[in-house]
């Protein structure tokens, strides 16, 4: 999946780098620029103390220079400083030549140009030609500097400037990570509020968010009122209907039961049928409605408090047979689930357990393999192995299979199981000899 953090941390990283380079390669032109136009001055400047130094010409043609006038440097061989004066066709050059001449194109009257040529050694050097007019002479002067050392100390800047930079960026791309991270916390933040909600710790989510998170907050807290609403509304009716519907039901009965007793038995018999048949499935169909299923306002039930309620009510309906119910729920083991859920649930299986019991009932509940195993069993006299498969088949109702005493108790447990995403599966108890139930949930 996607995280939208990552994508924003890449695209940024790589917009930084993109300036990084460059703003680096843009600062090492302009460097060599500037460094290359300020020789260029000072090459300038040199020839004009050169022309300065320029004495009559010792045959008429060729160019004297005053040594007093003349800087030491051009006298060193390959010093890295050079001047080359072409004047009549006779070539005066600095002894920092010595047997070499540099290479220098025509110009017009007071043309100059600065190009760059390899010199003695190699040297890459910035020249400076211009053509000049002195007197009546038309002279070619040309003074020249060896850029490798600038190059060198412009090199070293660089790695310096990369040095640097690098510390910055990786600086910069911590800060943004960082800011990200905290401008993404109320995101997260919220997605951890989601799943507490998810588990049932939760009944909604903080609504003190950033302003552009607040709609979407604000809409699923709506969101969960509005099922909450219709949740205890759908009960509340289906409540009220249970309640309508007993009455004229009770009378319908009242007329059954006061029919003269000699008129057609067999009409008294299907009416009676007809009626018991309109009360199960009324009360069917009601406690199904009534289940809340997996939400995520539910809360997080342990099992055991809802074990402790159910048994300490059959206990009471069945003191009569003295049954010795086990229950092995650990105070560990929890359920996102509707505690009226819950309660339906296992109220109706202890119940077919304690009805069909002889003299004991025992429940188990164990975490195994991510599932929430819950077993019920009896040492009544079970369900034989032919009904058991049916009861365990998709679709199949219990109440449907005639399967005396599990019928609408165990249709409302799958209802609920299935309503879960959970499994159950019917059988006989090892231990105990009877009917044996086990309901498995997904853990969360």
């Known amino acids: 999946m996607e995280s939208i953090q990552r994508h924003l941390n890449l695209r940024l990283g790589l917009a930084l780098l993109l300036v990084y380079v460059l703003f680096g390669l843009a600062a090492s032109y302009s460097f060599r620029l500037l460094t290359e136009h300020y020789i260029g001055t000072r090459l300038e400047h040199d020839a004009q103390g050169l022309l300065v130094a320029l004495g009559p010409?010792?045959?008429?043609?060729?160019?004297?220079?005053?040594?007093a006038r003349v800087s030491p440097i051009y006298d060193r061989t390959f010093s890295g400083h050079y001047f080359q004066i072409e004047s009549?066709?006779?070539?005066?050059?600095?002894?920092?030549?010595?047997?070499?001449?540099?290479?220098?194109?025509?110009?017009?009257?007071?043309?100059?140009?600065?190009?760059?040529?390899r010199g003695p050694g190699n040297q890459l050097l910035l020249v400076r030609v211009r053509h000049y007019i002195k007197g009546e002479r038309d002279l070619l002067l040309a003074v020249a500097e060896d850029l490798t050392p600038i190059h060198d100390n412009v090199r070293r800047l660089q790695l310096i400037y990369a040095l640097l930079g690098l510390a910055v960026l990786i600086g910069l791309l911590a800060y943004q990570r960082r800011a990200l991270r905290l401008g993404f916390a109320p995101v997260s933040r919220t997605c951890r509020e989601l799943e507490r909600l998810q588990q049932g710790e939760l009944a909604r989510l903080d609504e003190r968010v950033p302003r552009e998170l607040y709609p979407l907050v604000q809409q699923i807290n709506r969101l969960l009122e509005v099922l909450q609403g219709r949740l205890t509304r759908s009960r509340n009716a289906l409540g009220n209907l249970a309640h309508a519907l007993k009455t004229p039901l009770a009378r319908?009965?009242?007329?059954?039961?006061?029919?003269?007793?000699?008129?057609?038995?067999?009409?008294?018999?299907?009416?009676?049928?007809?009626?018991?048949q309109i009360r199960a499935l009324m009360e069917r169909e009601l406690r199904r409605a009534r289940l809340a299923g997996r939400s995520a306002s539910a809360a997080r039930l342990?099992?055991?408090?809802?074990?402790d309620g159910l048994l300490g009510v059959v206990r009471q309906v069945y003191a009569d047979k003295g049954l010795r119910i086990e229950c092995e729920v650990a105070d560990s083991l929890t359920l996102q689930a509707d505690a009226q859920d819950l309660m339906e649930l296992f109220g109706n299986?202890?119940?077919?357990?304690c009805k069909w019991a002889r003299g004991r009932v025992r429940v188990r509940a164990a975490r195994?393999?991510?599932?929430?195993?819950?077993?019920?069993?009896d040492d009544g006299p079970g369900v034989d192995a032919g009904h058991r498969a049916n009861l365990s088949e998709r679709g199949v109702r219990a109440d449907e299979q005639g399967v005396a005493g599990h019928g609408?108790?165990?249709?409302?447990?799958?209802?609920?199981v299935e309503l879960y995403g959970g499994r159950m599966a019917f059988g006989q108890s090892a231990e105990l000899g009877g009917f044996s139930v086990e309901v498995e949930f997904p853990q969360a």
């Open 57 to 67: 010409p010792v045959d008429g043609q060729t160019p004297r220079l005053r040594p």
């Open 88 to 117: 009549g066709g006779q070539v005066l050059r600095s002894r920092s030549l010595w047997d070499q001449a540099l290479s220098l194109p025509a110009l017009e009257a007071g043309q100059a140009v600065l190009l760059r040529q």
């Open 252 to 276: 319908l009965q009242q007329e059954l039961d006061h029919l003269p007793a000699g008129e057609d038995p067999q009409l008294r018999e299907r009416l009676q049928q007809q009626l018991d």
């Open 302 to 307: 342990a099992l055991r408090p809802v074990f």
């Open 349 to 353: 299986l202890l119940d077919n357990a």
């Open 368 to 377: 195994q393999e991510g599932w929430l195993r819950v077993r019920i069993e």
């Open 408 to 416: 609408l108790g165990l249709a409302i447990a799958a209802d609920v």
